[in-house]
């Protein structure tokens, strides 16, 4: 089973910020937190991952409780094009792991004109 | 650089027929995997190959699906005889050691899948 819970689904206004919370209260202290999207009859497509501090990359910003048990990302400027399905995993992380991803069902974005 | 590639992109066949999907994985990765993904929901693993040995195929319905990677490169996927309920998109990612700038998360790279419709 999934290790984390969202909401099914979510709107945003274009230009305005996306905020897609995940929780996951059992999360271990060796586990990271990923985040994945998935657009219309496209494969999963990475987006930001982070352990306890907040991440910022060209896509998006991570921002981590201090507990570690949710996390919300943070799309700054949605564009229609972000339209997709939001996917948060947990999973632990290093170069030669090969743990599988387990995914849950992720939260419908929509973003709107 | 190249990302996962996946044939073909769409598949219809009949049920009780067989079908086979291809996957060639980003050069120098060890590890490939292949989902399910029914319509509505997240990716489920089927079977994990790490080089041409295979790490889990616990979820896999192995009196049905196949799956080899012989040469511990491309692999092939394969259903025999398809049911309805497998209509679904099969996703294939590979991870390994090598960084890219397609791998920077140590993570998956997905290829964009084959739509399978049995009907």
């Known amino acids: 089973d999934a290790k984390t819970t969202q909401p099914p689904s979510m709107d945003c206004a274009e230009g305005r910020a996306a905020n897609l919370p995940c929780n996951h209260s059992?999360?271990?202290?060796?586990?990271?937190v990923y985040w994945y999207r998935q657009i219309h009859s496209q494969g999963p497509q990475y987006i930001i991952h982070?352990?306890?501090?907040?991440e910022t990359n060209e896509m998006a910003s991570l921002i981590i409780t201090e507990d570690r048990k949710s996390s919300t990302l943070i799309l700054p400027h949605a564009t229609l094009r972000d339209t997709a399905v939001y996917y948060c995993?947990?999973?632990?992380?290093?170069?030669?792991?090969?743990?599988?991803?387990?995914w849950g069902l992720g939260t419908s974005l929509a973003v709107n004109p | 650089e190249a990302g996962v590639a996946q044939s073909p992109r769409y598949k219809i066949i009949e049920k009780r027929q067989s079908v086979a999907f291809w996957c060639n994985p980003i050069?120098?990765?060890?590890?490939l995997y292949w989902y399910q993904q029914i319509l509505g929901q997240g990716p489920k693993l089927l079977i994990q190959?790490?080089?041409?040995?295979?790490?889990?195929d616990s979820q896999l319905p192995k009196d049905r699906f196949s799956a080899e990677r012989l040469k511990g490169v491309d692999s092939t996927l394969k259903i025999q005889p398809a049911k309805l309920e497998d209509s679904a998109v099969y996703l294939c990612?590979?991870?390994?050691?090598?960084?890219?700038?397609?791998?920077?998360?140590?993570?998956?790279?997905f290829g964009s899948g084959t739509r399978l419709t049995v009907v």
């Open positions: 990612a590979s991870s390994g050691l090598r960084l890219t700038k397609q791998t920077k998360n140590y993570g998956y790279t």
């Open positions: 050069s120098g990765h060890a590890t």
């Open positions: 190959f790490q080089n041409n040995g295979v790490v889990d």
């Open positions: 059992t999360i271990s202290g060796n586990e990271y």
């Open positions: 982070g352990l306890k501090n907040n």
């Open positions: 995993i947990v999973r632990e992380h290093n170069a030669g792991n090969n743990r599988k991803l387990i």
